[in-house]
T-cell receptor, first 117, second 111 residues
């Protein structure tokens, strides 16, 4: 089966500019996650969707970050305006959701490496 | 909130040797997952443990969930260069689908 797709793979922007990332999860996966991974650290959850509804966005800096999953499939994550500390890899992941034994397994995309100068 | 801590942060291993990395949670976990991230890659799911005291093996990797469901370990025997990468444990947070990742153990192998 096809994996989680993300684009772009790399992005370099100047501070105060805006940027958007796109994610297409594995077909049939109800749950979609956006993570921020700073070099040398574990992934930090930014936002979690169940179908097209937000389940958790407690760690999303809402003054500058926004995300949507309008039709319950693809998702976009936007940063506006970007700051230097936003330089990181942004990972999208998906999982089946539901109650089955494999519902919690998360499958990650290749990530978008963002550099803010 | 729930915190997941991993030790050691770095593990330098001679090829062929064994090592263990540990994961500890500040709260009881309903399950724990392990992921591996190769250099320049993305995390890849390895395994999920659910039951108290559960032990699962994948070839040279042995995963264990503590009796109190607050800690876990990953033991690798006869380390190979293909084992290079960062191993993360992750436990559910405020909902079962939300994971809190540890900082990871980065493994390097000396040939």
């Amino acid at each position: 089966e096809a994996g989680v797709a993300q684009s772009p793979r790399y992005k370099i922007i100047e501070k105060r500019q805006s940027v958007a990332f796109w994610c297409n999860p594995i077909s049939g996966h109800a749950t979609l996650y956006w993570y921020q991974q700073i070099l040398g650290q574990g992934p930090k959850l930014l936002i979690q969707f169940q179908n097209n509804g937000v389940v958790d966005d407690s760690q999303l800096p809402k003054d500058r970050f926004s995300a949507e999953r309008l039709k319950g499939v693809d998702s976009t994550l936007k940063i506006q305006p970007a700051k230097l500390e936003d330089s990181a890899v942004y990972l999208c992941a998906s999982s089946l959701g539901g109650q089955g034994a494999r519902s919690y397994e998360q499958y990650f995309g290749p990530g978008t490496r963002l550099t803010v100068t | 909130g729930q915190q997941v801590m991993q030790i050691p942060q770095y593990q330098h291993v001679q090829e062929g040797e064994d090592f263990t990395t540990y994961c500890n949670s500040s709260t009881t976990l309903s399950n724990i997952q392990w992921y591996k991230q190769r250099p320049g890659g993305h995390p890849v799911f390895l395994i999920q443990l659910v039951k108290s005291g559960e032990v699962k093996k994948q070839k040279r990797l042995t995963f264990q969930f503590g009796e109190a469901k607050k800690n876990s370990s990953l033991h690798i025997t006869a380390t190979q260069t293909t084992d290079v990468g960062t191993y993360f444990c992750a436990g559910p947070g405020s909902n079962d689908y939300k994971l809190s990742f540890g900082a990871g153990t980065t493994v390097t192998v000396r040939a």
